[in-house]
């Protein structure tokens, strides 16, 4: 089955690609098969059998991918569905969040997988909100990373970005990210700097620093973007007074919940977190059949 055309125009809407969203359906929904059947299910439950679906939240937070998951269903062959709340709201535990209706094999057939993406990215949604959330009230944004699960970036990146994050580079193509192995490798961080920026004008470019003393140096060279690596609280103050609005500045390295205020309050403009993506709890989320 291929998405509809409401759905593929929704997804887009969201900044998500429908033959991406398409094609990864297909694949997991393989996956789970692996060329055969559900066997339990075609013994236990006859082709004619009907059901009504409920996903629920078992815990309380934010969810994401309910239009992810919905063309998991529409390409496991059920059209029949409602989203019952929006991407990026806050639910409480016990909440519907997606009812779908049909044949009972296949919404069985299609319940791992759909369940398995909203739990992760409802996951992700849900812990962006807290950090962001803790530094409310500060110039500073939470950004990701691109320490995300392969294949799965542009979902994950989404459930960022719905709750309030901001998304870094989505690919190593369309942005640069100077780091210290590049720093080595070409003799300099002001040689790294020049480089790229010959091969690549008009691309962003940010570059890593782990002292002051590289801050200065890269900042003179002509950055845009700093990131301060593993820079303490008191560094990144001193960075920005060092700066004086010359570049934006990122900070990254270790950071915790607990000290998301204290670096946000230094005048940073933003704070790298890749365990938004890399170890976010998966948001508890299951799926209560009903026969019709």
């Known amino acids: 089955m291929t ?24 694949s997991a929904l393989a996956e789970d098969l692996a060329g055969g059947i559900d066997v339990t299910s075609v013994a236990t439950i006859s082709e004619a059998s009907q059901s009504i679906a409920e996903y629920r939240a078992r815990r309380a937070g934010v969810v994401a991918g ?29 909440a519907i969040i997606l009812q779908a209706q049909g044949d009972t094999r296949s919404l069985l057939l299609t319940e791992r997988t759909a369940l398995n993406l909203l ?40 459930a960022v970005r719905i709750a309030g994050g901001v998304n870094h580079r989505m690919s190593l193509s369309d942005a640069a990210l100077i780091k210290d192995n590049h720093v080595v490798a070409a003799g300099g961080v002001t ?15 940010e570059v890593e620093v782990d002292s002051l003393e590289q801050l200065a140096e890269v900042v003179e060279a002509g950055a845009d973007l700093v990131l301060l690596d593993n820079m303490s609280p008191e560094d990144c103050r001193k960075a920005v ?28 403009d933003y704070l790298a977190i890749g365990a938004l993506t890399h170890s976010a709890p998966v948001l508890d989320i299951g799926l209560d059949l009903r026969m019709e």
């Open 241 to 268: 007074l060092s700066v004086n609005g010359k570049c934006k500045l990122e900070a990254s390295g270790g950071i915790s919940l607990e000290q998301a205020r204290a670096y946000a309050e230094t005048g940073v």
């Open 3 to 26: 998405l509809s055309a409401q759905l593929s125009k929704k997804l887009s809407e969201l900044g998500l690609d429908p033959t991406n969203v398409e094609a990864i359906a297909k």
């Open 119 to 158: 739990g992760r990215l409802s996951g992700i949604a849900t812990l962006t909100n807290q950090w962001v959330r803790e530094i409310s009230g500060t110039k500073c944004a939470i950004r990701d990373t691109r320490k995300t699960t392969p294949l799965l970036r542009e979902f994950e990146k989404f």
């Open 66 to 94: 309910l239009n992810i998951a919905a063309a998991v269903l529409e390409v496991g062959g059920i059209s029949n569905y409602q989203i019952l709340c929006d991407e990026g709201a806050s639910v409480q535990a016990g």
């Open 191 to 205: 040689e790294a700097f020049n480089l790229v920026k010959k091969m690549n004008p008009d691309l962003p470019l």
